[in-house]
């Protein structure tokens, strides 16, 4: 193991003449630091002063070979501890706050002289020290400052009110200071140390002093001063061996009033007061910024007019690059197309998350929680009755590969659909490390037999789905799940029995376990981005749809797919029985950018390659109808795979039009028939049309002059390929 070195560093330690404060100054000096010990040589109480307590440690590094040099200078003149640092070793790269005196008295006798005493030697004498090393700190680009607070700083204790002012006073202090040095490399925390002292020796028993080694809290500050600790902005507490981190937390809160023409009175604060102190979702804000932002979205919602309480449920989850390669493959990802590779090795190059990973968390959250009772406190809720109806999911930045974040629910509707009830759920997803909201989404649920209580149909909050255009799919992709599809996919989280168990299925009247909506939801998301996003995630901006029928694991999905501007439309659809199973679906891309679908190793099938450049002549046309038009002929294509015909495809040039299937009136003027590997070579300016055509791999019909005039579009077609 490497140890951890001080060797040019240069640290001051003030009330380094005994207690915490010598042995931080032997740890540095025993790790190569270059130490100030500064020690006014006063009593508890800060009176008197000598020099003997700064010397002997000073004498005592030097006899253990260390370098350390006297101040007794008082920490009111921390300018002066400093300079002697800078005359004496040439540069200051630490500075731990140590010092400290008492002055124990209740709040009702304390007097101006006792609580000014207290204040300038651990607030202000602190800040005066730090204040003389900052500019050095912030020309070398470097610096680490440690804060001393208390136990009494943190939680208060009797005849200590100077005394704790002044410490937790240290930690807005710290709190700043990180904000304002963090660009600098220049971090600053606080020790909350319960460690044995001149301070605490005739307070605490003597046989629990003894065991309050100062020696077990130096490591800690240590490490916090040591340039390899990133650490920043927070409060250590330490003692006996045992160190962990303090937090100040939040409730989540109640908004008092409903609208910004409504007061608030004392009798609303007293009958939500339970509310306002509820501190089972309490959270910590990383920033003012987050602390206040909340209170300014609660004042755009109020202007809306809407529910302004919105977190109902709050929840918690970390994971990494594990937890999303998972969920990769419950998807059906596959090593054999390669755009989802990046989905599946974590050191691949462009290694990402699949965006809706993110849907995941939705169903997570109802099915942990008491949301769905909540929104209905009038009936039981019975989970096998419960179906997920339609999904949003909207991205707002690039996803972290691996992250803490922290989802918030919020009831925003309860619908009254007759025989069953809707229940609209917003959950909104967080980076807990600097508060970024990465997601948003809504789940429409529907309770059947839980409708019939009177209540309203529609909703402002509902987001609606769209149909597709009336023309055929522009692209489609086909791929099998696999038996054990449902099974891998759970176990990302959606645990509902529903999808494993075949008694609980047939509690839902189905005969044997569904795939998870969302698994299909998951296959779609991916032939999308392989189409229209060249397989890249972060084109991808949100996703709405409707869960129309059930799928059976093992059955083979067909994505067809509608390209309208950055929008791509969707339906999936069972092959098996021919059902549409995801409906009124569209995926809104940032941008489009087209690639080629590939062979799936789950289908056992092939997918049509040469769909996404016939897509892409669609799009030329669509953009130069006028040159189109000069052509004035309808092409037919024939794609064949193994020589068995596949797929047909119409290049209308008299109308304007690129679609799937034979011509809508009329013969083509020529007919052209080649193997799908073959269309893609040629598309990708692999293969020459003429040489082809010689070669016999290229069969026209027809006016074959007239194919002459598509060279133009093949060539703005290579260029997107």
Known sequence: MQELRFDGRVVVVTGAGAGLGRTYALLFASR?????????????????????????????IRQNGGKAVANYDSVLDGAKIIKTAIDTFGRIDVVVNNA???????????????????????????????????????????????????????YGNF??????????????????????????????????????????????????????????????????????????????????????????????????????????????VRDNWSKVTDMSSAKRHNSIQEATGKLFGFLETMKNGAPSNEVDHIM?????????????LGVGATLEEPNDMRYLYENSDNFAVLPTFYVLYGPMGCMTSSIMQDALPFTDVDPTQILHGEQYLEIYKQLPTEAMVETRFKIQDVLDKGKSAVVLIQHDTYDTTNGEK??????????????????????????????????????????????????????????????????????????????????SLGFSTRHVLQTYAAGDPHLFKSIKMRFAKPVMPGQTLRTDMWRN???????????????????????????????????????????????????????????NPDEAKKVNAIFLYNITVNGKQT???????????????????????????????????????????????????????????????????????????
């Open 32 to 60: 190569g630091a270059s130490v100030v010990v500064n020690d006014l040589g006063s009593n508890r109480h800060g009176d008197g002063s000598n020099s003997k307590s700064a010397d002997t440690v000073v004498q005592e």
């Open 100 to 154: 400290g005196i008492l002055q124990d008295v209740s709040f009702s006798k304390m007097t101006d002289a006792q609580w000014d005493i207290i204040h300038n030697v651990h607030l202000k004498g602190a800040m005066k020290t730090t204040q003389a090393a900052w500019p050095y700190f912030i020309k070398q680009n470097y610096g680490r400052v440690i804060f001393t607070s208390s136990n009494s700083g943190v």
């Open 159 to 268: 005849g200590q009110s100077n005394y704790s002012s002044a410490k937790l006073g240290l930690v807005g202090l710290a709190n700043t200071l990180a904000i304002e040095g963090s660009r600098k490399n220049i971090y600053t925390n606080v020790i909350i140390p319960t460690a044995g002292s001149r301070l605490t020796e005739d307070i605490i028993p003597p046989d629990f002093f003894e065991q309050l080694k100062p020696e077990l809290i130096a490591p800690v500050v240590f490490w916090l001063c040591h340039e390899n600790c990133t650490e920043n902005g927070s409060m250590i507490e330490a003692a006996l061996g045992w160190a962990g981190k303090c937090h100040i937390i939040r409730s989540s809160g109640y908004v008092l009033r409903q609208n910004l023409s409504t007061n608030v009175t004392p009798e609303n």
């Open 316 to 328: 918690r989850n970390y994971y990494n690059f594990r937890d999303t390669i998972l969920y990769a």
């Open 438 to 519: 990465l997601s948003t989404g809504q789940i429409a649920t529907f309770i059947i037999g839980a409708g019939n209580f009177k209540g309203k149909r529609t909703s402002a909050f509902a987001i609606p789905t769209v149909d597709p255009p009336t023309r055929n799919p522009d692209a489609t992709v086909t791929q099998q799940t696999n038996v054990d599809q449902a099974a891998l996919y759970r176990l990302s989280g959606d645990y509902n029995p529903l999808h494993i168990d075949p008694d609980v299925a047939a509690m839902g009247r189905f005969k044997k376990p569904i795939l998870h909506g969302l698994c």
């Open 565 to 623: 501007g950055n929008r791509i439309h969707f339906q999936t659809s069972v092959i098996e029985t021919g059902t549409p199973v995801i409906t009124g679906a569209y995926i809104d891309l940032l941008e489009v950018k087209m690639g080629i679908a590939r062979t799936n190793s789950c289908s056992g099938k092939t997918d049509i390659q040469s769909d996404a450049i016939f897509v892409t002549i669609a799009e030329k046309v669509k953009q």
């Open 647 to 721: 797929s047909e495809w119409t290049l209308d040039l008299k109308n304007g039009e690129v679609y799937k299937g034979k011509p809508k009136s009329g013969k083509a003027d020529a007919t052209l028939t080649i193997e799908d590997k073959d269309m893609v070579e040629i598309a990708l300016g692999k293969l020459n049309p003429q040489l082809a055509f010689m070669r016999g791999k290229l069969k026209i019909t027809g006016n074959i002059m007239l194919t002459q005039k598509l060279k133009t579009l093949m060539e703005a077609n290579k260029s997107k390929l």
